[in-house]
């Protein structure tokens, strides 16, 4: 059975740092691609950031939200992946979901999308305090 759990949410004040946490559990860690979504009440689930692997490599994708002060990494001894958010500002407050695909694509259009990810955890809600 899969599993994936997020930790890590909470209250932050803006301007600090975080450190969003998704553990996987029964599925192959290292072969699948992970990626981070949020979501705000009445609006769609929004992509955040993805990391999968080319020729050996991790390569990771962000939405324009986040790059340059976001990390999205993965410890395939643990079976995590994380997301460090910095500069973080009340637009980041939403629930973060963790989501995992067995599938790769060559393109980033295909991973930022909610239908390419098989398994989602539950979230965990950040909210940011001006």
């Known amino acids: 059975q899969v599993e994936l759990a997020e930790s890590g949410g909470g209250l932050v004040q803006a301007g600090d740092s975080l450190r969003l946490s998704c553990a996987a559990f029964?599925?192959?860690?290292?072969?699948?691609?992970m990626a981070w979504f949020r979501q705000i009440p009445g609006k769609d689930r929004e992509f955040v950031a993805a990391?999968?692997?080319?020729?050996?490599?991790?390569?990771?994708y962000y939405d324009a939200s986040v790059k340059g002060r976001s990390t999205i990494s993965k410890d395939n001894t643990k079976n995590t992946v994380y997301l460090q958010m910095n500069k973080i500002g009340p637009a980041d407050t939403a629930v973060y979901y963790c989501?995992?695909?067995?599938?790769?694509?060559?393109?980033?259009?295909?991973?930022?999308?909610?239908?390419?990810?098989?398994?989602w955890g539950q979230g965990t809600q950040v909210t940011v305090s001006s």
């Open positions: 029964g599925v192959p860690f290292s072969s699948y691609t």
């Open positions: 990391i999968t692997w080319n020729e050996g490599f991790s390569v990771a």
């Open positions: 989501a995992a695909t067995s599938h790769w694509y060559s393109l980033r259009d295909y991973y930022i999308l909610n239908s390419t990810y098989e398994f």
